[in-house]
DNA sequence: ATGAAAGCGCTAACAT
DNA sequence: ATGTTAGCGCTTTCAT
C-alpha cells in the first residue's frame, strides 16, 4: 500500500499495475464480471479501485464496447422553448425516470436548424445508441430517418404513416378527440367553435378530424368561422377566441386542442366579460399540470404523458439491447376529466 | 467513382483509402483545417466524404482529442421532475440557446441517489467537458466537488459560500427580497407574512433573510406565526397559506419565496373567501410564466432565469476554452414587477 | 483464473 | 502539402 500520485486521473493501466494484475483482469472486475476471478483478485482491485479513486472513462469504453449507454431526445426547433413547452418537458421526465434506474444517461439533441446535410451528423455521431424523437412534425426532415441511419428510434407524440415505418408511441388522438367533442354534444350544444394546432402537427391535424367527424356523424354542420388557428400556446389561445366570439349567433362551446391554448381562450373570455362556463363552455386536452389551477378548473383529456415518455424509453431500451426493431404504433388511451370550465348550453338549461 | 458498399459506416480510414489520401489528411480536412491542404485534395476528400454519407464518431474524436463538446447540467434529485421546476427548465432553456449556436451538446445529469461512493462517477466519467450545477442544496455532497473532480464548473441557481470555491450566477436574492419586502412596507403594510422555501435551499435562507432583516430595518418585529414552510411547489404554498390565514390579527400581505408558492397561497385564498389584493395582498418571487396569468395577475420580482442559464453556459465554455478558473459569485439584479396581486391594506386605504 | 494483444475510430505530433 | 505513427483508455477474444 504505497502512497499514490493524484497527479492526473488514474487510468485502468495503471490500476491494474499498482494492484499486480493484467489489465484485463482489472477490466473484467471493474465492469462485474467478478465470477471469472479469484475472490482475493477481486478485493484487491477493488480496494486498490477505491483507494485511487478511480473511474472507468466512460467514452474510451463507449469507443471500445461500442455502445454508449445513452440515448438521445432529439427535440425540433419549433418545440425547443422547454419553458412553453409542458408536453415536452412532461415525456423528458417520463424519459428521465425510465433511463435513470436502469443506467442509461441522456442527451438533449435540441435541432438548431433543419439543413438535411448536417442533420444526421447531429443525431448520429456515435454519442448514442438510440434516440426518441419528440412530436416530429409533418414535413420534418427527421421523417426520412430510416434514409440516413440504422440507429434504434422510437416516435413520441406524433402518430406517423405507417408507411414512413416508425414506432410510435402517442395518445389516441382521434378516440380522445371524439370523447371530448361528444361529451359537449351529449350536454346539448351543438355551434362547438375549435380551436386547431399547427398545421404542421399530425396530433394538430389529428384532433381536428376527429372533432370533424364527430360533429357529421351528429348531423352537426360546422361553419368554416367556428374553426380558428393556433400555435398551441397560450398567446394563440387568446388570439383564436377573440375570433371565435365574435361569431354569431354565439358559439356555445369552444374545444381547444391543448390545455396552453385553452388558458389562453380562458383569458380571452374573461377580457371581454364572457362568463366560462355560464355564457361559453371551454375545454382543453392533454392535463398538464396547469389546467387544474385554471379559472375555471380546465375540463379536459388527462393523456399520461409522463407514462408516454417512460414507456417510449423503455421500448427503445428493449430495442438497443434485444437488437430488434419495432415498427407501428401503440395508441395510449386517456380520459375525460370533468372539471368547472364546461357545462349545458343555457338553452337546454333553461 | 466507383460504386461504395452501403454495409457499416464508413471509417476515416475507409474514406482516405477512396479518396486516396492518408488517413492523417482526410482528418485534418474534415475537421476544418483545410488551410493546410491543397484545393484539389480537400475537394476530393469532401466529395469522397458526401458521396459515403461519411460522419465522423465522436466516440472516438472525443477520446483522441480528450475534448467531448459536451456539458453535463447536473440536477439533484430534489429538482428533478421538470414538470413541478420552471426554475430549472428555464435554466435549460438559457443553457440550449448558449450551447448550440456554439456546437457544444448537452447532455442531463440526474442524481438518482446521492451516494458519495458513486456521485463522482456519474458526473465525472469523461464523457463531459464540464458541468453546469443546478441549485445545490445545503449539506449535499455536490458541494464537495473540488476535492473529487477538476471538471471546470459553474454553479447556478445557489449563491455558495466563498470558502466553496465555486464560480456561482444566481439572482441577488437579498436585495430582491429587501425591495419586495419594502414595497409592500412602503404601501402601508405591517403585518407580513412569509412562506419560506424549503430550508435545505441557500435561496430560500437568502430570501427569509432579507426579509427578516428589511422588517427590522422598519421596526416591525416579527412574530413567529408569521412565517411559515414550504416546498417552493404550489402544494406547499397551499398549505401554508392556510396556517398563515389563521394569523390574529390577521396579516395584510403574505410574501411567497417564490411564484409556484404564491400561486397556492392565492387559491387558498380563493378557498376561504379571502380576496387578493384587497383582504390581503400576496407576491411571489422569480416571474415564471406562470405568474402573468395568475388569478390576479402576480405581483413579484422578475428574475432573468433563462439570461442565468445563458450566461452560466457562457461561463463554463470559457472555462473550458481558455482553461481559466472563474471564482466567486455572480449576482444577477431583477426587477419589481407590478402586477394586480398587491394593493396598501384596507386600514392604509381608508 | 489470468495475461497478452488486437483493436474501437479518431487526433496530433512528427517526419518527409 | 502529405504521410506515418503513436497513442486516447478501454473491451474482448484467445492463449496459457
Redesign the pocket.
Known amino acids: 500500500m504505497k502512497l499514490t500520485r493524484r497527479a492526473?486521473?488514474p487510468?485502468?493501466?495503471q490500476?491494474a499495475e499498482e494492484a499486480?494484475?493484467?489489465?484485463?483482469?482489472a477490466?473484467?472486475i471493474?465492469?462485474g464480471k467478478t465470477q471469472?476471478?479469484?475472490p482475493?483478485?477481486?478485493e484487491r482491485v477493488l480496494s486498490v479501485a477505491r483507494q485511487l479513486g478511480?473511474?472507468?472513462?466512460r467514452?474510451?469504453?463507449s469507443?471500445?464496447?461500442?455502445?454508449t449507454h445513452t440515448v438521445g431526445v432529439v427535440v425540433e426547433p419549433q418545440h425547443a422553448v422547454f419553458t412553453r413547452n409542458p408536453y415536452v418537458t412532461a415525456v423528458l421526465d417520463g424519459v428521465v425516470d425510465s433511463l435513470t434506474p436502469r443506467g442509461y444517461h441522456l442527451k438533449i439533441i435540441t435541432l438548431s436548424d433543419l439543413n438535411p446535410r448536417t442533420l444526421w451528423h447531429q443525431i448520429d455521431d456515435?454519442t448514442v445508441d438510440g434516440v426518441i424523437l419528440v412530436a416530429p412534425l409533418i414535413g420534418s426532415p427527421l421523417l426520412d430517418y430510416h434514409a440516413h441511419t440504422q440507429l434504434p428510434c422510437v416516435v413520441v407524440g406524433s402518430t406517423l404513416p405507417e408507411s414512413l415505418g416508425f414506432y410510435c408511441i402517442d395518445a389516441d388522438n382521434e378516440a380522445m378527440m371524439r370523447l371530448l367533442t361528444e361529451y359537449l354534444i351529449g350536454m346539448g350544444h351543438r355551434r362547438i367553435g375549435f380551436v386547431k394546432g399547427p398545421d404542421n402537427q399530425w396530433s394538430a391535424q389529428q384532433r381536428l378530424q376527429a372533432y370533424l367527424s364527430a360533429m357529421d356523424a351528429h348531423g352537426i354542420r360546422v361553419d368554416a368561422e367556428w374553426i380558428a388557428p393556433s400555435n398551441y400556446e397560450y398567446s394563440g389561445g387568446l388570439a383564436a377566441a377573440q375570433q371565435l366570439l365574435e361569431v354569431r349567433p354565439r358559439l356555445t362551446a369552444i374545444i381547444a386542442s391543448n390545455d396552453m391554448v385553452a388558458l389562453g381562450v380562458l383569458d380571452a373570455c374573461v377580457q371581454r366579460g364572457v362568463r366560462v362556463p355560464t355564457d361559453v363552455s371551454v375545454v382543453g386536452f392533454d392535463d398538464v399540470p396547469l389546467a387544474a389551477l385554471a379559472k375555471p378548473p380546465l375540463t379536459t383529456i388527462r393523456i399520461p404523458i409522463h407514462d408516454i415518455g417512460l414507456e417510449a424509453a423503455q421500448a427503445l431500451l428493449h430495442q438497443i439491447e434485444a437488437g430488434e426493431t419495432l415498427r407501428g404504433a401503440r395508441l395510449v388511451q386517456g380520459e375525460l376529466i370533468v372539471r368547472k370550465s364546461a357545462a349545458p348550453p343555457r338553452k337546454a338549461k333553461a
Chains 1, 2 share one sequence.
Request: no cysteine.
Open positions: 492526473a486521473r487510468t485502468l493501466k490500476l499486480g494484475v493484467s489489465i484485463g483482469t477490466s473484467n471493474l465492469s471469472l476471478h479469484s482475493e483478485t477481486v478511480y473511474r472507468p472513462n467514452v474510451a469504453r469507443l471500445a464496447a461500442r455502445r456515435g
